[in-house]
């Protein structure tokens, strides 16, 4: 296919990732990139990008040539230019998450007429292993479901001499903390792999601030989560369960798990070295017997390249991408309610 001509609108630590995957792919060719920083854009310039803007918006108005773009930098600014692409007639893969609030998604939707856009928050679904999951669940190895299963707390390390970011946990810079830094990866994830077929309607959460004796891993204004945890039922009684923490005071642990009648799959979710998908079966008078239904070392497929060159073909075919702005939409609303429940102390209904 032809490849698809790329601008990447943003290029720091992830935005400079996309930058050279996309490089790396016969399915694209980056001919723009825009950053705010002199350095930045002079790296750029060294990676062989033949233009270089300071503003994205320069790029999406002056670059006749770029057919899509990547935007990469936080959250509080994506929407704007996501619907300035739109208006340009540009396709649009964004970072994640993909927009501050649901409403904003909703007018992402409204403004992209026949264009492509996705967001990166689909980057472990991207991987071998969740294709065998989401085959293997789409035809019927496991029932009817009845439980998404996220637990995953990461363990405080010692204080460093890294100056922990702004935007990581602030509500106005990235739209909250680790729910919508990390949990957009989980919330895809696990849905994905489940057909996207949970259709969340009762919230129940409650989230905390990175706990006092570890301050010093946020920066001082941080203002949103460290952890939180939540129930979400959905219109056809399926339960998601999620929790997610940073720079907690217990032990490390990490389980994806998606439960159904006739028995359930326990997944690692981050890629990182050899993994396995194990079949737990119910076979009645024998109980539970497990198997393993897939392992192996997928991090060399590069999951990150893989989404983006599902981008460049959904381009090519006429279709939308791996994570949608539809399947977006989603993790905005259950996101939106659990910081609506946890502030309120009730249960969040979404319509």
């Known amino acids: 296919m032809e490849p698809v001509r790329l601008g990447v609108i943003g290029c720091g630590v992830i935005g400079s990732r996309n930058l050279q995957d996309a490089q790396n792919s016969e399915l694209l060719d980056v001919v723009a990139a825009a950053d705010l920083r002199v350095e930045r854009r002079q790296w750029a310039e060294d990676q062989g990008v033949p233009r270089v803007y300071e503003d994205g918006r320069d790029l999406l108005d002056e670059d006749d040539e770029v057919e899509a773009v990547i935007i990469a930098f936080p959250a509080a600014a994506r929407t704007a230019m996501g619907l300035r692409a739109f208006a340009r007639g540009k396709h649009v893969l964004t970072e994640k998450p993909v927009a501050m609030n649901s409403a904003e998604v909703e007018t992402l939707i409204e403004a992209r007429g026949d264009l492509v856009a996705g967001c990166f928050s689909g980057r472990y679904r991207a991987y071998p292993s969740a294709d065998v999951a989401t085959r293997f669940i789409a035809d019927g190895g496991l029932g009817e479901l009845r439980e998404l299963h996220v637990r995953a707390l990461l363990a405080a390390g010692p204080k460093t001499d890294r100056v922990p970011p702004p935007w990581r946990e602030s509500f106005s810079m990235n739209a909250g903390g680790i729910l919508t830094n990390w949990s957009c990866y989980d919330l895809d994830y696990i849905l994905g792999l489940a057909g996207w077929s949970f259709r969340p309607r009762t919230v129940l959460a409650r989230t905390w601030r990175c706990a006092e004796q570890f301050r010093h891993h946020v920066a001082p204004e941080s203002d949103a989560d460290a952890h939180f945890t939540a129930l979400v039922v959905g219109d056809d009684g399926t ?113």
């Not at 990150?304 to 073909?313: G, K, P, S």
């Not at 075919?317 to 102390?345: C, F, H, K, V």
């Open 239 to 351: 339960v998601l369960s999620i929790e997610r923490g940073e720079f907690m005071p217990c032990a490390s642990e990490e389980a994806w798990q998606i439960i159904g009648e006739k028995g359930s799959l326990r997944l690692k979710m981050t890629a990182g070295g050899p993994r396995q998908i194990i079949h737990d079966e119910g076979r009645g008078e024998e109980g539970v017997v497990s198997t393993t239904l897939w392992e192996g070392d997928d991090t060399a497929e590069g999951g990150n390249q893989r989404l983006i060159e599902d981008f460049a073909m959904a381009i090519r075919e006429s279709r939308q991408p791996m994570t949608s702005l539809e399947n977006s939409l989603i993790l905005a609303q259950i996101t939106d309610a659990i910081y609506q429940s946890a502030a309120s102390g009730e249960a969040v209904y979404i319509e």
